[in-house]
Each structure stands twice: as structure tokens, then as C-alpha cells.
């Protein structure tokens, strides 16, 4: 292999799950030293740590401020960080940890889900050129007041991302608990496979569409600044994992590249409006300034110019969406709201959707032909979601993964495990 | 009583050791606010946590590095002033969290036991301005260069009296898990009594020498800018704890405010040195330069010009300064080394020892009466020390305290637990 002049790695929170972890985690990050001649790995919170200081604050206070937790939670990647940086002192390695505030990662105020305005590279090349190994706290980032500020659940990939474009690197691997991105998610599919590529385009709707190997911000600033990603296992020795990059022409001749299901999503219909110009304003502006993203969006329109709304929010949106649906329903006279808490949304994705047409066609009759009712549809180039009960969600997975990622027509082929 | 414009609080770990702990400092925060019109309140980690993080370094590495080790455990402040500050806020009152880098608590770079350089009062003030409850991460500051550091065990105490010199607080009180300043620890001692009120400098001999209930280097702070100083009881409702200020007529009638024991205390002599001018630069230089800090020394003169020089140092600084010396005896031809690891040190502390003579006289002749055989002795203006062994240690700090200390003399009175 060509030896590289930077490489980012992230690690995430399974990989740095214990001591033990985080030692073998050092003698990789040591290791891949023979690949390249500087190296910045950034850290997640050990495994289960972000979920407990959260446990903590909520046992304090029904709705903890959002400036304490993001200070709360940010100290689980600061702790990673410093025992990653004396595992690699352990071994014998320079080696220096950064904060978020300490590069600094300028973020916006949007406490726990903010954004990042600017890295500021400087620090981290000046701790390079002395030689160390520079280890850096993912999710943490500092706003302008100097408040510390995380980027949203995932924002590991997200900083190393950010980080790997800042600074250049010729690299960006993702080191995970899964050895890369597969057709379809391998618990619930017995028949995906590990693909050896994947295009910028798809990977960004996989992750919009509930793969979680990679975070979805992260494939798009990816994407934007022509970062290289390697998404590959932190515990098994060999495997080039999954790379991720531009499309090339093998990758347009596959029809799929995968299946997804995101089970994690509430539908929520808004009965009986008056079907009036600027309706979608009054329903979906309180939303959106509520920071609720809303997914799908269909309107049926009834009899007597009344219409029914229905629209699909994260499942941790519901209870702030019904509020504020209520409270506007009441407002514009509806007749009424209905939800449901979890649904299924389904998705397949390719690049070969783009040329190939009957794509649609085919997935709807293949879940017909399960007796599969479909609740809604959503469209892009690249891939069609459709939303059907929650109960089918696998099932429906499963057809249409068998349909359309046949075993041996995919060019990347099938890498044993 | 009348109100105050602003009080430093400072809270430690066992104060703030669980969420219901932390709960119920947050009330009394907010019932001191009847007392004064601004608050800070300074917390320490949640007992255990600072052990539990550089256990996990010891873990990773035998010789975790200082830089990497301060960042580690300056999350546990992190977490509890964030705990805090939320647990304030559900009680309804605006608060914030700031940490040492936020202020800036600016440090020098020796981590671990950095000296505070100067602590920048503008945004804590901007903040109470705001009309925040601010809630500060003790023990922790940054270094020009922007990197953590610790101020050193203890130092909670000693960010608190920093912050109210810097803030010109009216009051600093140092909430603990008992109730005030006693003349003798209470644990060991029956006829202990709480003192009300205690000069500077007796509170600065009585924590030099062990006393644990005031950071050392704290009193010191709070002595140079005139700090008023409370050390009162998280756990009880009532009573007035102790006040620490300026001495009073009162307090210079009182010939021996109280009796230390210290019990982490290593002996070391090096026997048969040719007696030269330099010898003690010679033994010492490089034991302070390795950051050790030698309490006392005596030297006997022996025969043939050869003498023995014994000294203490702290228990947990014995092997280094064991290789220190071992070194030095070789270069300097002596004859050899022996140590003691633990031997007490038992003093007498008292601003009336200034006018009052024979308080020497009559500790050594108590001692006597007991059997305990003095090895060592070092006087100041208003203190006696005096190392015994180990095993006498106790003894003779009772036989002191109630010999100098009678229950009934002290102007303070008896205030019942």
C-alpha cells in the first residue's frame, strides 16, 4: 500500500468501550503508523457513558437546561480522550489530546445538536510537527461565548469528518462494530452483504434512510470537501471495510446498493382542513421553529374542499410535534389529529435508479404481492421510501433486499467474514 | 443577620456524592440567597469520582501523563457543576455552569498541582449580572498554552477563596462534611471541641499539619487578601461552624487553639556524612528539585567529625525521595540510609504560644510522663511540632489536647453538636 501523509480515524464508543478496548484501539492507531506519517484519531464517549450522565441530569430535573448537559455530556469524550492519549503514551508514542474547545471547533449555539461554523486546523498541525499522535474529543465543539456546545447523537464521524477536510488528510477512516456498510442490515436480513463501495449519493441516503454506520451530516461534509471514507470494524484484523467516495462507472450499473428500515419514526395526520393556500405554513412553521425536521409529507385531499395532512417526525420528535399540531389543528379549524407512534419506513437506494425506470413499479407489487399496504411514499433520484406498519417493517425489508441485491450480481462481490 | 452583596460558596465531594446530595445543596444555595443578593458556588467532583478516573489511568498506563491526567479528572468537576447548576434551574432559579478554562482560572503548566497565576473575574460578574446563580468547577485552570490543569488535592478550597478575593466576596464559607474547626479531630480525640472563631494563622499551622478540614494553601489565599472564611456543615441545618479571619484580642488569650496529628509522614536519615559546608545543599537540591517537599530536618553531630541528618517528607513521596538520597549518600561517601515509613507528627498550635513561654517545656515533660520518646522537633512562632512513633502517635496528641486544651478555658465556649 501507497504510504499516506495524514490519516483521521474515529473511533466509536464500542471501540473505546473498556480499558482493554482502548488499549487495543492504541495498537491499532499505532500500527496504521506503517500506512501514513501523521495521524489524528478522534474518540467517542466510552460505550453507555453518554447515556448515563444523561440519566443523571434527567434525575435532577424533569428538563435540563441544554448549555449544562452539552458541559455535562462533553465530558465523556474527554475522558476517552486523555486515556486513549496515555494508552498511546503507554506504548511508547507522543502523543496529545485536544478538546473541542481547545482546537477550537467553532460550533452555533443550537445546544446538543449544534453546528460547526469553522476548525480551526492550526493547533492540531502544530502538535502534529512536534510528532505526537493528536487525539481529539469527538461531538464537542465551543460557541462563540465560549460555551461548550455537542454536535448531536453520531457527531463522532461528524468531527472526524470535519477534521479530515480541515486539515487535508488523505484519509478518513471510520472505525466501528460492524467490518462496513452493507445491502441491507445484517441482523435483520440474513441475506445482505458487505459492499466494497459505495458513492458519496448513496451513502448519504442509507444514512438519512436509518443506517446508522455512518452519520448522515457526516457523509455530507464527506461529500462536500471530497474527504476519502473507510468505514471498517475496530475488532477484526483484516478487511478493507467500505469505501465510500465518488462514483465511478461500476457503481452506476448496480441497481440497488441497499435496503433500509428505520423503525424509528411516529406518523402523525392532521384531519379534515380547509384546503387553503399557505396551509402548509401555518401547519409546518411552528414545527420547523420548534427544530422538529419533518420527513415525509403527503395531503389527500377529501370531499367538501377538506383534506387530511399526514407527516412522518423521528419518534423523539412525537410528543413536541402533537403539541404544537394541537395547538395549530385548534387554530385553523381541523377536525381532528391522529397519530401513530411507530411506523416502518423502507427505502431502497442505488445510483442505477437514476437510468433504470420501473424501479417504483416493482417494489410496489412486490409488497402488494406480500399483502403489504403501503401508508406512504417518498421519492429522490437515487431511492424510494415507502412507509407501511410497523409490524411488516422487516418483512418488507426482506423482499425487497432479495429482489433487488441479488447475491452474486453485484460487482463488489461477496467478502467473507 | 445582616444581608450581603456576595457570597462564595464552595461545596466538596462528599456534599455533593449523590444526586439527592446534590439536590439538597441546590436548596441550600437557593435559601442563602436570603442571606446576600449575588451567589457563586464552587463544587468539587462527586466523592470517589477523582480516584475512580486515576484509577482508570493507573490502569492504562504506569506512568500516565500529567497533561493527559488533569483533562481526565477535570471532568468529574465538570460533571457535578453541571449537575448542580441543573438542579438549581429546577428549582426555578436561573443559574450557570462555568469551568476553569471559561473564566479563565489562568494556571501555571505544573499539572497536578499547578499554581494559580491569576483568575479573571469578568465573566463570573457578567453572569451574576445576568442574575445567574453561577456555579464554578473547583480545582481545575488552564495554562497559557490552553491546556487543563489541576490545582492539586484539596484545591476546591483553594479556587473558592480565589474566586472570592477576585470577586471581593463579602464571605467564603466551605461547606463540609463537619460541622467546623476542631481543636483536635474529633474521630480520634473525645474531648475535642469545635472552635467558633480561629485566626489565619492558626487555621494555616493547623492545616499545614495535617488538619484536613481546610486546604493549606487555601487558608494562605484567604489570609493575604483578607478573605472572611466560614467552614460550616453540609449536613446539619444549624449552627454557625467556624469563622476563619483576623485575629482577635479574644483568640490571643488562647494559648493553644489545637492539636494535629499527622500520620503520613516518612522519616529518612542519612548516617555518618563527613560534616562540610554545602552538605545540606548538596542533600536537598535534588530532593526539591524533584518536587519533594521536606518538612523537618535536624542534624546530630556525631564523632570524628561525621553527623547524622535526618528529615520527614510526605509518606506518598518517600520511595522518590528514597532515590534521591540513596544517590546523594553514595556521592558523598556516607555511610548509609535508613528510613522510617511512618512516623506521626503531633503538634501544638496557638497564637497565645507567642506570649506565653514554656509551652515547650511542658509538652516535653507530658511526653515524657507517657513514655513517648521525642525524635524530632521543629518550632515556629505560634506552633510545636514533635514526630513520635507511629504507634504513640494518638496517645500523645490526647495526652496534649487535654493538657492544653481544657474543656471549660476556651472563649468559644462549648456548642453542642
Sequence with gaps: MTS???IVQKYGGTSVGSLERIRAVAERVVASLARCRRMVVVVSAMAGETNRLLALARQVSEAPEAREVDALVAS??????ALLTIALRALGRPALSLLGHQLPVLTDSNHGRARIRSIDPERVLQALAQGNIVVVAGYQGVNAAGDITTLGRGAGDLTAVALAAALKADLCEIYTDVDGVYTADPNLCASARKLDRISYEEMLEMAGLGAKVLQFRAVGLAWRYGVPLAVRSSFSAGGQGTWVGHEDKAMEEVLVSGVTLDHNQ???????????PGLAARIFG???????????IIQNAGAEGRTDVTFTVAREDLPAALDKVKAVAAEIGAQGVRYEEQVAKVSVVGLGMRTHAGVAA???????????????????EIKISVVVNARYGELAMRV?????????????????R
Excluded: C, W, Y
Excluded at 465523556?76 to 480522550?81: D, F, K, P, R, Y
Excluded at 411516529?266 to 387553503?276: N, Y
Design 266 to 276: 411516529s406518523k402523525l395526520t392532521i384531519a379534515g382542513v380547509a384546503d387553503r
Design 4 to 6: 499516506m501523509d495524514l
Design 286 to 296: 411552528p414545527i420547523a421553529e420548534a427544530g422538529i425536521v419533518v420527513d415525509m
Design 400 to 416: 425487497l433486499h432479495d429482489m433487488f441485491v441479488p447475491a452474486a450480481a453485484h460487482p463488489g462481490g461477496r467478502e467473507d
Design 76 to 81: 465523556g469524550e474527554q475522558v476517552s480522550a
Design 362 to 380: 416493482r417494489m410496489f407489487k412486490a409488497l402488494a404481492d406480500e399483502g403489504i399496504n403501503i401508508e406512504m411514499i417518498a421519492t429522490s
